[in-house]
């Protein structure tokens, strides 16, 4: 989903996108809640992955990656 490929980049730029990616890919919802615990599971920075989503930091980098695939 959009937001999770947001919630990925936002992990990444702390460092911990792996510790991420594998936290969101057991099975369940990926809501902002489910995003936001994740987050907090994997030791990220809490106000800084925040303003990183609601800032909308990597929005457009999900679709960017998709057109440069195709």
Do not use: K, M, N
Not at 3 to 13: D, K, V
Not at 15 to 43: C, K, Y
């Amino acid at each position: 989903s959009q937001s999770a490929a947001e919630a990925g980049a936002c992990a990444h730029a702390q460092g911990r996108f792996w510790a991420f990616h594998d936290a969101a890919a057991r099975p369940a919802t990926l809501d902002a809640r489910r995003l936001r615990a994740i987050s907090a599971e994997v030791g990220l920075e809490q106000a800084a992955f925040d303003r990183c989503l609601t800032a909308g930091t990597y929005r457009g980098r999900p679709a960017q990656a998709s057109a440069e695939a195709s």
